[in-house]
């Protein structure tokens, strides 16, 4: 009988410690409530130096610790009239009561909906932050978030220049793991690039968040960036992939990766090439400026190297693009197979090529805004057309005074020149074309759409007039021969090339020789241009 007495007593005293307990916590909850949003603003304000605003703060109780924050607003504090570095619609806590017991304090989840991140620009001259302002807060704030879930969330760099448009990133989901003051956290994130538009999925370190300057924030991150819609920028097109990996502060992020566009084409193409590139890079995440360290672009049998860098200057839309390419094994049927709209490249040979390409932030096309500025070689040359060979090889064999060879043999052909390209138009200040026995030298124009053409130049033959024929037209030549003759023998021809690539016409230039101004003008080739000087496929049909 006295041990049930004993088991009886005992029930009735857990029963009452626990009505107590029940009692203790149901008319201190309004207490712990307070204490909680205390901590919770005091945490935030410290972790990101800013001062918290709230809508709405509520706490649950009845199954852990539920935390529910609406209208949630940080702003940085000490920079007036900035916007809020942070803002989210709605927040969710949650923990349980062992969670909150541990040394350090575990919160098992935090859901975001609404986040917006805005990271202010590195004040000028200041160097990363790292390190202390985090140590301490870890220790005063023993805080560890096991998981941070936020979908569609926004962040947006501001930019140095206050002048300047934001360029938000739109962030589909994110997840943080691990969360803590003075160490990184591993996050999962994928996000829209809008140009070009395409999905981008990266993985790795993130932080510790530095407060002091959040643009000096370090991230360590592989990345894949799929089904890139390079037709998002006016004048190319194709479908661009990339993985890489990236590390570094948010404004000077080191990149390193490669690309495959299997079907890259400009709107003047002859069709699309197949085009890989590997580079690296240093990145401003706060503005989305790039300093191309090196490119190397592959197409086809053609490698171009290049450096520069894709910055934003002025208010427009778009980016400037200042680059030096250069090639010094490339191919010439690849390079017009990317730049000239034809069922065939013209001509096949060796080609060397340096170019400054400049492309200013305007909203037109990509080929109305590029400006380019080069020099080029073709040499081992020879045209894929049948008829155009034939008749550079009966011109070569006449230039040498050997007309009755007419179209024999392969005989092959040079091609250099200086060029600028502005408006879709290009501007040869000189183009060389060399075959045995003959030089052209010639200046003028070719627009890239329309393909007219608009050639003034002198031909050199080392055979006189009346020795690139046979029979009575070589005697009666003869006569002629003075008054076309070189300084040092020979023939010089002045010609000039019209129509378009597709229709080129070719004549004498009697009256530009005469004396008065044409549209261009040309220089002749000298002895030593022989073995450089060139051809392309409109001058040699």
């Not at 530095?210 to 479908?239: M, Q, R, W, Y």
């Amino acid at each position: 009988m006295s041990k049930r007495r004993w088991v009886f007593g005992g029930v009735v005293c857990v029963a009452a410690a626990v009505l107590v307990a029940s009692a203790a916590l149901y008319f201190s909850r309004g207490w712990i409530r307070g204490v909680i949003r205390q901590r919770t603003e005091a945490y935030l304000s410290a972790r990101f130096k800013s001062d918290v605003t709230f809508k709405s703060f509520s706490v649950s109780l009845r199954h852990g610790v539920g935390v529910t924050v609406t209208g949630l607003t940080l702003r940085y504090r000490g920079r007036n009239g900035s916007p809020p570095l942070i803002q989210i619609r709605r927040a969710n806590f949650e923990t349980s009561w062992t969670g909150m017991l541990r040394t350090k304090i575990h919160v098992s989840r935090v859901r975001l909906d609404g986040l917006q991140i805005r990271t202010p620009p590195r004040a000028p001259g200041a160097k990363p932050y790292f390190g202390a302002a985090d140590e301490n807060l870890a220790k005063k704030y023993p805080v560890v978030i096991d998981d941070i879930l936020a979908d569609n969330a926004v962040l947006t760099p501001l930019p140095k220049d206050p002048t300047k448009t934001p360029r938000p990133f739109f962030i589909h989901r994110v997840e943080l793991h691990h969360f803590e003051f003075d160490k990184p956290s591993r996050f999962e994130a994928t996000l829209t690039n809008p140009v070009p538009r395409g999905e981008i999925a990266c993985e790795g370190t993130f932080g510790p968040w530095i407060a002091d300057e959040p643009s000096a924030t370090p991230v360590n991150a592989t990345f894949t960036f799929d089904h890139a819609d390079l037709g998002t920028l006016k004048g190319i097109s194709g479908t661009l992939s990339s993985r890489g990996n990236f590390h570094g502060p948010l404004d000077e992020l080191q990149v390193t990766g490669e690309t495959d566009t299997p079907n890259f084409a400009l709107r003047t193409s002859s069709g699309p090439v197949a085009l890989h590139t590997d580079y690296s890079a240093v990145v401003d995440g706060t503005n989305g400026d790039v300093i191309l360290n090196n490119v190397t672009a592959t197409f086809a049998n053609t490698t171009l190297v290049v450096r520069g860098k894709v910055v934003d200057l002025t208010p427009l839309r778009g980016r400037t693009i200042e680059l030096d390419a250069a090639t010094q094994k490339g191919r010439i049927e690849d390079l017009l197979r990317l730049a000239v709209r034809t069922d065939k490249p013209a001509m096949k040979g060796n080609a060397r090529m340096k170019v400054k390409i400049d492309i200013p932030e305007k909203n037109e096309d990509l080929l109305e805004r590029m400006r380019l500025d080069g020099q080029f070689t073709v040499s081992d040359g020879l045209f894929t057309n049948a008829k155009i060979q034939g008749r550079v090889n009966t011109l070569s064999h006449k230039a040498q005074g050997e007309p009755r060879l007419g179209a024999e043999g392969r005989q092959t052909s040079g091609l250099r020149g200086a060029f600028r390209m502005a408006d879709g138009v290009v501007r040869f200040s000189r183009l060389e074309f060399g075959v045995q026995g003959a030089k052209l030298a010639t200046a003028g124009t070719y627009n890239m759409d329309t393909g007219q053409l608009d050639f003034r130049g002198k031909l050199r033959l080392e055979a006189s007039v009346s020795q690139t024929t046979t029979g009575i037209k070589s005697v009666l030549l003869k006569a002629v021969d003075p008054f076309f003759r070189g300084k040092n023998g020979g023939t010089v021809l002045p010609i000039k090339i019209t129509g378009t690539k597709d229709m080129p016409n070719y004549s004498l230039d009697l009256f530009n020789r005469s004396g008065k101004k044409s549209n261009s003008t040309a220089a002749t080739p000298t002895a030593e241009d022989s073995d450089s000087a060139g051809a392309n496929s409109e001058s040699a049909r």
